[in-house]
């Protein structure tokens, strides 16, 4: 299984995305962002591309989220170790390069790993988020992103 189709919530495009996904039985990410050709799944620019990462606008911003792009490895990797020190050093840069580029202040950056019932990704093929909602003032509220499951209290 290379995506989840559990966790296309409240997206109805994007759950039919991920079922031509699985329907073509390939990884998306590795037909996307790894054979240095325009996405086949994914509708948005390559924001940044090196040897070892892509960065793009994210297809399904979390809820309040005012900016967020994805960050994918040019490899098929599942898990952060399998990735060499080279690829780390990279993505500070392309962390700092696409931070730049959208003149954002501050953002979270998110990486979940691993299976996907555990973490609420939608895609194997190891990636991150990078997310910035807006200022805390009067009447905002925290944004929240899937990270896990817990039972109900
Ligand atoms: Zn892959």
């Known amino acids: ?49 090196t040897k070892w990462w892509v960065a793009t606008p994210s297809v399904r911003k979390y809820k309040g989220a005012v900016k967020q792009f994805l960050f994918v490895p040019k490899t098929h990797v599942l898990e952060p170790w399998q990735l060499p020190e080279e690829a780390w050093a990279n993505l500070q840069f ?19 790993f691993g299976d996907t019932d555990y973490t609420g990704a939608s895609v194997v093929h190891l990636h991150a988020n990078l997310i910035m909602g807006v200022s805390r003032e009067e009447g905002t509220e925290p944004l929240l992103a899937y990270i896990g499951y817990q039972k109900p209290e």
């Open 1 to 49: 299984m290379q995506v989840n189709t559990a966790h296309a919530v409240g997206s109805p495009e994007y759950l039919e995305m991920l079922e031509r996904i699985e329907r073509d039985k390939v990884c998306p990410f590795c037909v996307d962002f790894c054979q240095d050709k325009p996405p086949t799944y994914h509708p948005n620019q390559i924001l940044l591309g």
């Open 94 to 112: 392309v962390i700092r390069e696409v931070t730049k580029m959208e003149n954002m202040p501050a953002a979270a950056f998110l990486m979940r």
